[in-house]
């Protein structure tokens, strides 16, 4: 009899041990792919690279140029799809609205581009009184009087009020000839003047940005790498 127990118990170990350790390669192997699937923003907008990032998906309102190129942060991919929203709700009416590109998949250099290297940025097309012809395939350049002043606000209101959170909005490029319009616009409708003050601080100018903002995220409190 206490040999029948003893052979059942060493039995009851042998078959036992694999088990645990099935069961602890497998707890390391779910750790591995969590740690992997962080997504993060690694190095500077014109010198960086992006791990495991989030992808802009298609929607209604709004079209990707090159949707191979849209590719960022989860925090960058979420600010863009909610200023986006909120244009559309705000405007309903509104013509779809033209997205260009963020980063490639894994980031690094990217052509027709000295930045969107590290998934922070992006370019944004503008809005028209009277959606301009090949757009939304291509960027147009607008004037003062082809520039729709309320739904661009709106638009760039929208990135703005990130600007206290953890990789929100860090800066937004446009040309001053349209940025000097928003203003006279935002003024006469009477905006609120705190509102005016930030856009203000955050718009900057960039030649060949007629067409189109280009707006960049902050880096994150875990992004340690980025720049």
Same mark, same amino acid.
């Given at each position: 009899m206490r040999a029948f127990v003893a052979a059942a118990a060493l039995l009851t170990l042998v078959v036992a041990a694999p088990t645990a350790d099935a069961a602890k390669k497998k707890k390391i192997a779910v750790t591995a792919k969590k740690r992997k699937l962080t997504d993060l923003s690694i190095g500077a907008p014109w010198s960086g690279k992006l791990e495991a990032p989030a992808k802009l998906p298609?929607?209604?309102?709004?079209?990707?140029?090159?949707?191979?190129? +849209?590719?960022?942060? %989860?925090?960058?991919?979420?600010?863009?799809?909610? #200023?986006?929203?909120? $244009? &559309?709700?705000a405007f309903p009416k509104?013509?779809?609205?033209?997205?260009?590109?963020?980063?490639?998949?894994?980031?690094?250099?990217?052509?027709?581009?000295?930045?969107?290297?590290?998934?922070?940025?992006?370019?944004?097309?503008?809005?028209? +009184?009277?959606?301009? %012809?090949?757009?939304?395939?291509?960027?147009?350049? #607008?004037?003062?009087? $082809? &520039?729709?002043?309320?739904?661009?606000?709106?638009?760039?209101?929208?990135?703005?009020?990130?600007q206290d959170e953890d990789g929100g909005v860090q800066m937004i490029f446009l040309d001053n000839s349209l940025q000097a319009t928003l203003y006279k616009w935002a003024e006469d409708n009477k905006v609120k003047e705190s509102r005016i003050t930030i856009v203000k601080r955050l718009l900057k100018h960039e030649p060949n940005h007629q067409n189109h903002i280009h707006v960049r995220f902050k880096c994150r409190d875990k992004d340690t790498a980025c720049r």
């Open positions: 298609p929607g209604d309102g709004y079209f990707l140029r090159r949707p191979w190129r +849209t590719y960022g942060t %989860k925090t960058t991919v979420g600010f863009v799809r909610g #200023a986006i929203k909120d $244009t &559309l709700s509104a013509h779809v609205l033209a997205i260009g590109d963020i980063s490639q998949e894994q980031g690094g250099f990217i052509s027709e581009h000295h930045s969107h290297q590290s998934g922070r940025d992006i370019d944004v097309g503008l809005f028209y +009184t009277k959606q301009p %012809k090949g757009y939304p395939e291509a960027f147009v350049n #607008a004037t003062a009087s $082809t &520039l729709d002043c309320a739904k661009t606000w709106k638009l760039i209101w929208s990135f703005a009020r990130t």
